[in-house]
């Protein structure tokens, strides 16, 4: 078997926080800036510090031609990781061997000057990523061509839209040709259409087999489509390594379990929502898969129904990774509004669940002729998973067309006071 690619051994990286006292007063001032001074040779009083380790006793390997996702919650060391595998940075303890050549997509756009032209820009980002002049020119039209900014090739880069300017340095960056490449979060750029042109050149890159890929993201989406494994970080230590299915199951079921469940926000004297959840095969759920029937239920308590004498509508929201997916509102379309009563069930059925891998929050509203009544944001957080959306017994790799919404509504008053 040949060797790792890389191979991180006991790895830990220590920074030490300094901590000063507060001055309110000019003597205060004063006497801080002198003190500044004198601190060069030695601490002088009031300072304090204390150690924070970003990252402790962290061992894993990358065969040559895998593509390892690093997932985790923001601080959990993920981007000391890459500054410590990119030599931006030295490990307090432990040993990183990298058996190749190196880029890191860190940042992007690093190194482009706002003077220089885009074409003067595509020579001189490529040179700090590493890239020959020879390299460059070779790839030069096939960045331009990606970038899609010919026509302002010649415009110093001050004058791009910040759209223009992500595009020109993605594309740069993309075109890198290493044995090791190490990325961190470079495919939230530009908008929709190219951020899918970005994925579809990063599964290029993938599926090559021929570099080996650190991918850093918050996309699980992506994550599930780009990597084979993954590393999953928590507070700087390594919590699991293994096959990117199972591990992005984890994680989304720890986020959701740690989350407490919000308060309405919006609260009418009269109407409470005793319970919202998520429901597969009848049972409450936190995991659901594509291509199963998924039911969303509301249940309200009324002090006075004759209040609302045409009746309550209803209506549920989504949002994956912090985006709005869609809305299932009960009054669009089917006209439906559910009798009042002192207590009451609504339910929207969706038949077959379009959703990839993503963590979604649900947030639920009860309405009474379009105003709203109660409003509950992230009622529930839920995981979506790859299921056997077609029943043809397999999972399907990447399921295209799959924002099949249908839903029907159903309501069941229980019991009347």
């Known amino acids: 078997m040949s060797q790792p690619a890389i191979s991180v051994s006991g790895v830990s990286k220590r920074y030490v926080i300094q901590h000063e006292s507060q001055h309110d007063t000019l003597r205060d001032s004063l006497h801080h800036s002198a003190r500044k001074l004198w601190r060069r040779f030695r601490w002088g009083t009031g300072f304090t510090s204390e150690e924070f380790w970003a990252l402790r006793d962290i061992n894993f390997e990358v065969q040559p031609g895998e593509v390892v996702g690093i997932i985790g919650r923001n601080g959990a060391g993920k981007s000391t990781l890459l500054k410590l595998l990119s030599r931006i940075t030295e490990p307090t303890t432990g ?57 302002f090739l010649d415009t110093p880069v001050k004058r791009y839209s910040s759209g223009m300017y992500v595009r020109l340095a993605f594309a740069v960056a993309a075109h890198l040709e290493p044995e090791i490449l190490i990325v961190d979060e470079v495919l939230a750029v530009g908008d929709a259409q ?62 959701i379990t740690g989350a ?9 004297p009269e109407i409470e929502v005793t319970e919202v959840d998520v429901l597969v095969d009848g049972r409450s759920t ?90 509950i944001p992230g009622a529930v957080q839920f995981n979506s998973m790859d299921g056997d959306f077609y029943g043809r017994g397999v999972i399907p790799h990447h399921a295209e067309g799959m924002m099949l919404l249908d839903h029907r509504w159903d309501y069941t008053t229980t019991t009347d006071a």
């Open 95 to 151: 040993s990183i061997k990298l058996r190749g050549r190196v880029a890191s997509l860190l940042e992007v756009g690093t190194g482009f000057h706002p003077e220089l032209s885009g074409r003067e820009n595509i020579f001189l980002n490529g040179a700090i990523l590493g890239m020959s002049r020879a390299e460059i020119r070779r790839k030069f039209d096939e960045i331009v061509a990606f970038a899609e900014v010919e026509k």
């Open 260 to 268: 407490t469940r919000p308060k309405a926000v919006r609260q009418h």
């Open 286 to 375: 936190r995991d659901v898969t594509t291509g199963s029937t998924v039911v969303f239920v509301l249940c309200y308590r009324c002090l006075c129904p004759d209040s609302f004498p045409s009746g309550f509508e209803a209506s549920f929201i989504l949002y994956g990774n912090g985006q709005k997916l869609t809305n299932f509102w009960s009054n669009a379309g089917q006209g439906t509004a559910f009798p009042a009563s002192h207590t009451g069930r609504i339910v929207c059925r969706v038949p077959r669940w379009p959703f990839r891998t993503l963590s979604i929050d649900l947030e639920a509203h009860l309405n009474y002729r379009l105003a709203n009544l109660v409003e």
């Open 194 to 255: 190219f951020q899918k042109k970005c994925l579809g050149k990063m599964q290029d890159i993938a599926r090559g087999g021929e570099r080996t890929v650190l991918f850093v993201s918050h996309n699980m989406a992506a994550v599930s489509q780009l990597c084979n494994r993954c590393v999953y970080l928590a507070q700087g230590t390594v919590c699991s390594v293994g096959p990117t299915a199972p591990l992005l199951r984890e994680y989304l079921t720890t986020q």
